[in-house]
């Protein structure tokens, strides 16, 4: 079958409420003045569509959205990159889209996420003959897809028959549990992409080089983003350290996101793993510059001369 869309992508959307300069130590009842404020595409599912899409790869995103003005807020932005959206669905009853609030105190910051939508898709809203037409599906925020969790090794293993790669992100586990169905969907999975953090909770390494290993035995690919140090990436026995590209960053919210952008984009193309980090991490860079995961990418003037300059 001819295969319509590069990447399909099923999961949350939400914006991101980002307020910067504000105090560690909030107390109760008082109250605290930011510095600055923005409100901007968030989620790492939608923020990977967004910046895959400006990239210049065609994307279809399924989500559940509710019936409100952030929700279609959200996928507006999506449809300006050029996302086929054409699978969304609206959620029924009351439940409204989530909404993630982030709080920037200096180089730290809370992260508050009211779930909303993301806790109700269930796996009938995926259209799996639709997910087929891509060459690879990606899944980011496992632990946050509630009612999908369980069904997902099936909707993989589905995917994998049909001939697509899959690339999977768990970001955090908010209970801190890296259980089920973890181990199945890394059973399955072309490309891991874990952060140092996540990659240590996962193996029970507390050292992050020693959890690539244990990653890379299971995995055919794994890219472990390391922050300002930019990734480690191994493949097989084989192993990259791939430096970061040296920016002053405004925020680094989405930075993973946009490094699983720029190293699928690449890798899509047949790129050797090094060389796709190295995009990654050129592709994270970007999106410190400006507020949010997403902004950096919603002028191609601006994108490009940053990804074109030649450091
Ligand atoms: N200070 C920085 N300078 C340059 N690049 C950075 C900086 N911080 C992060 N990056 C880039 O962003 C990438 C992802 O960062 P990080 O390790 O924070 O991922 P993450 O924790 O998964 O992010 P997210 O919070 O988006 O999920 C790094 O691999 C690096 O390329
Ligand atoms: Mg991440």
């Known amino acids: 079958m001819r295969k319509r869309l590069d990447v399909a ?28 404020f923005r409100l901007t595409l968030g989620s790492s599912s939608a923020i990977l569509a967004h910046n895959l899409a400006a990239l210049g790869v065609s994307v279809g995103f399924i989500t559940l959205l509710g019936k409100d003005a952030l ?91 049909r001939g697509l790669t899959l690339s999977l992100d768990t970001n955090d586990d908010p209970e801190g549990h890296w259980g089920s169905p973890l181990d199945e969907l890394l059973e399955m999975v072309d490309i891991f992409l874990p952060n140092e953090d996540e990659a240590r909770q996962i193996t029970g390494e507390s050292d992050p080089e020693a959890a690539l290993t244990a990653l890379a035995a299971r995995v055919p690919l794994v890219a472990m983003k390391c922050g300002s140090r930019g990734a480690l990436v191994q493949k097989g ?33 047949g ?24 902004e950096s990418f919603r002028d191609p003037g601006f994108m490009n001369s940053f990804l074109l300059r030649s450091q």
């Not at 939400?14 to 910067?20: A, G, K, S, T, V």
Request: net charge negative; hydrophobic share 45%.
């Open 237 to 269: 026995t084989q192993r990259w350290a791939v430096p970061a590209t040296p920016v002053a960053p405004v925020d680094t919210i989405g930075a993973g996101d946009s490094f699983n952008a720029g190293f699928l984009a690449t890798w899509l193309r």
């Open 71 to 161: 929700g279609a807020m959200a996928l507006d932005r999506l449809a300006e990159k050029g996302v086929d959206l054409s699978k969304v669905k609206h959620a029924s009853g009351g439940v409204s889209t989530g909404v993630s609030v982030l709080l920037n105190h200096a180089s730290k910051r809370h992260i508050l996420t009211y779930p909303g939508t993301m806790f109700e898709m269930v796996v009938g809203d995926l259209d799996l003959d639709y997910l087929a037409t891509s060459r690879h599906f990606h899944l980011s925020s496992l632990f946050l897809h509630r009612a999908l969790k369980a069904h997902l090794p099936g909707v993989f293993r589905q995917l994998k028959a």
């Open 9 to 36: 992508i099923a999961g949350e959307i939400n914006l991101d409420l980002i307020l910067y300069g504000l105090p560690e130590k909030m107390p109760v009842e008082h109250e605290i003045l930011a510095s600055d």
């Open 271 to 294: 790129e050797a793993p090094d060389v796709c980090a190295a995009f990654g991490n050129r592709v994270a860079a970007l999106s410190t510059l400006c507020p949010g995961g997403t």
